[in-house]
């Protein structure tokens, strides 16, 4: 009968042990994190969608944010949209 380190199945769950590590759970933290910011949101907040654009947050519901431009106009976004509070940025100093 075969010891346990010497089947082939070993290297197979290392190796993804490691791919879990590295990969999955840091992204998974990242998704928590930005899911977290979403949820906290408030009218004032100026936030970047995932696109690019810059706005203060002037409404907001459950799924929608409206966000006012340095214009005045105004823009509708789902909230899952929003990638990065610049309150949070600020107060990080630029870190992600």
Do not use: H, Y
Not at 19 to 26: K, T, Y
Not at 31 to 36: F, G, L, S
Not at 61 to 71: G, I
Request: hydrophobic share 45%; net charge positive.
């Amino acid at each position: 009968m075969e010891s346990f380190t010497n089947s082939p199945v070993l290297p197979l769950v290392l190796m993804f042990a490691v791919f879990w590590l590295f990969l999955i759970r840091p992204q998974q933290k990242q998704m928590k994190k930005t899911q977290e910011m979403q949820k906290s949101l408030k009218v004032g907040d100026q936030v970047v969608t995932q696109s690019g654009i810059f706005g203060t947050v002037a409404s907001l519901d459950d799924q929608r944010v409206t966000l006012r431009m340095v214009d005045g106009a105004k823009i509708e976004f789902l909230r899952s949209t929003i990638a990065q509070n610049m309150a949070d940025v600020q107060r990080d100093g630029g870190k992600k």
